[in-house]
């Protein structure tokens, strides 16, 4: 499996390209600003095709470029509860930046708790952890042992639940109920900063420890 990251505009969000070299097909997981030509730049050069974008929750910088994707034909994934922020992403604005130009996308396929997923050959496993957004989602790779976990955890920190929709309990609940439930060994690869672990956080997270 090929992974790689790219810390992208216009406020650091990251964006993740997974490649399986042998099948020729890759997937990203999320879409700031970028985001596309990125992509599209990595699986030309693997000579690969992009079968799907997968949407780690709604908010604006996670879906700036997403529609790129779907106008190509890449299948985009996301979680019901943050349809809204999907097709209309300018009720976000004034959470955002001056300057930034909002693009609403349809969403091919929603996704949901327990789902099992198999793209670019890929198995993953798909869990809700609301409290960040009302439709955030992680990725579970068990096989690979890493984790997408959008806004939910960073390396030493935890998505604000100040947004609309957000609350601290219910994040709290999914950081302790889904994320540090999975293997201790388990990479996190979150939607802003360093990658950090599942034992790591249980051990030194600020705000939510076992
Ligand atoms: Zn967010
Ligand atoms: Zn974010």
Not at 60 to 66: E, F, G, N, T
Not at 77 to 84: F, I, N, T, Y
Request: proline share 5%.
């Amino acid at each position: 499996m090929f992974l790689e990251c790219a810390e992208l505009q216009p406020i650091g969000t990251n964006a993740y390209f997974v490649a399986n070299e042998d099948l020729k097909q890759a997937f990203v997981v999320d879409a700031p600003l970028g985001a596309f030509a990125w992509a599209k730049s990595l699986s030309d050069s693997l000579g690969c095709n992009l079968n799907a974008l997968l949407l780690t929750h709604g908010h604006w910088d996670h879906i700036l470029d997403a529609h790129h994707f779907a106008e190509a034909g890449v299948k985009v994934m996301g979680h019901e509860a943050d349809k809204l922020l999907f097709e209309n992403p300018e009720v976000m604005a004034s959470f955002s930046i001056p300057g930034i130009e909002f693009k609403g996308f349809v969403i091919d396929q929603w996704l949901e708790e327990n789902q099992h997923l198999d793209i670019a050959g890929i198995e993953m496993k798909v869990l809700e952890v609301p409290g960040h957004c009302p439709g955030s989602l992680l990725f579970y790779l068990k096989k690979e042992s890493l984790a997408f976990v959008g806004d939910a955890i960073f390396n030493r920190g935890i998505g604000r639940c100040d947004l609309p929709g957000g609350n601290f309990e219910i994040l709290k609940n999914s950081i302790l109920k889904k994320i540090y439930s999975l293997p201790n060994s388990t990479t996190l690869y979150s939607g802003h900063g360093p990658k950090t672990s599942v034992l790591a956080e249980k051990q030194e997270n600020p705000f939510v420890r076992l």
